[in-house]
DNA sequence: CCCGAGTAGATGATACGTCAACTTGATACT
DNA sequence: AGTATCAAGTTGACGTATCATCTACTCGGG
């Protein structure tokens, strides 16, 4: 993987006022790429193997466990998740339908609604946390040096930031 | 997001033999979530706000005109996006439907296929490149020192190697 | 009380990704 | 030649993600 991001076939300053990517910028670039879409997929794997959740239901269930009764509205569920409400309600559906959660009517306010983790959606991510864990651990943290793993930990804080001036409506470059 | 990875009811004592990360461990992790979650429907965002492209038509697109006459066989195109065939196949059909790519029979394979960048698809990319390149310059490459740049890339390597040996028959941990 | 604006959530259409067949052509071995 | 095996690519089914739209409810004035 040593070509670069863009070699249209004439030159480069055939599209001018433009600032490209040098070598090495496209090196970390491209990591960056390749990681972030095969570590998924290894989590994933590793995951179906040692039970029957996907990663997004891995998500879930880990936020409704963490919370008294294991159970959240639809909406605090998504903000945690950082998903879309629409994402959301697919996915509760489709977790519901193999009995992972239920959802339940909200009394307080006749719009919203619960959602529950089951006994079997328990039963489900504790079968499936230990190996979860030790995957990210061996891709990941004990990967790195507890300087880097710090690095890291600074470096994505940085780009979470961007990501959220990007959405604001203030600052859109 | 400051919540624990896992915060059973119980006590964390009631699954044993179990290394659960620790606070800035739990911090670095769901940062890496946050962020690799957030990035891609940011640059997906910008692409669809500047021209008709996804992130994956980008990604073919560029591996295309990266080679002499924007034609490359299904394999090598699959290889390089580190695709599975089928994902690509499937792609293909899609950007061929809007006139990005075409398909074409290979003389010395016959079961082999050439899939070439159509005048639309070179025109598309041509478009899009700049504010995505400026994007990803904004959101990450600019954010950072040129010290945690190359920290990013090191730590991102050697995460890709425990990738590629976790993949790997032999070492299956 | 009623109306309008906003909120919570669900739904349908479409795009995307994965897996498991399947088809067809290349290769190797007899 | 004949057959087994493998490689290239496609397809269909299904799960997943996004967007636009819809329904039902809340709330804050008139």
Same mark, same amino acid.
């Given at each position: 993987?040593t070509?670069?991001?863009?070699?249209?076939?004439?030159?480069?300053?055939?599209l001018?006022?433009?600032?490209?990517?040098?070598?090495?910028?496209q090196?970390?670039?491209?990591?960056?790429?390749?990681?972030?879409?095969?570590?998924?997929?290894?989590l994933?794997?590793?995951?179906?193997a040692?039970?029957?959740?996907?990663l997004?239901?891995?998500?879930?269930l880990v936020q409704?466990?963490?919370?008294?009764d294991?159970?959240?509205?639809?909406?605090?569920l998504?903000?945690?998740l950082?998903?879309?409400?629409s994402?959301?309600?697919?996915?509760?559906?489709?977790?519901?339908? =193999?009995? !992972? /959660?239920?959802r339940?009517?909200?009394d307080?306010d006749g #719009?919203?609604?619960?959602?529950?983790? $089951?006994?079997? +959606?328990r039963?489900?991510i504790?079968?499936?946390?230990?190996?979860?864990?030790?995957?990210v =651990?061996? !891709? /990941?943290?004990d990967?790195?040096?507890?300087?880097?793993? #710090?690095d890291?930990?600074?470096?994505l $804080?940085?780009? +979470?930031?961007?990501?959220?001036?990007a959405?604001?409506?203030?600052?859109?470059?």
């Amino acid at each position: 993987m040593t070509c670069q991001l863009f070699r249209y076939s004439g030159d480069v300053d055939t599209l001018p006022h433009q600032r490209w990517l040098d070598q090495d910028q496209q090196d970390v670039w491209r990591a960056w790429l390749d990681v972030s879409a095969r570590l998924p997929v290894a989590l994933h794997r590793d995951l179906q193997a040692n039970s029957d959740l996907s990663l997004p239901d891995f998500d879930v269930l880990v936020q409704l466990s963490e919370h008294p009764d294991g159970r959240l509205r639809a909406s605090a569920l998504a903000q945690g998740l950082q998903w879309e409400r629409s994402r959301l309600s697919h996915h509760v559906r489709r977790m519901e339908r =193999r009995g !992972l /959660v239920t959802r339940e009517e909200c009394d307080d306010d006749g #719009r919203g609604a619960w959602v529950v983790v $089951t006994d079997t +959606g328990r039963r489900a991510i504790e079968a499936a946390a230990p190996t979860h864990v030790s995957t990210v =651990r061996h !891709l /990941v943290l004990d990967a790195l040096t507890p300087a880097q793993v #710090r690095d890291l930990g600074d470096i994505l $804080t940085t780009i +979470g930031a961007r990501l959220d001036s990007a959405s604001d409506p203030k600052d859109p470059r």
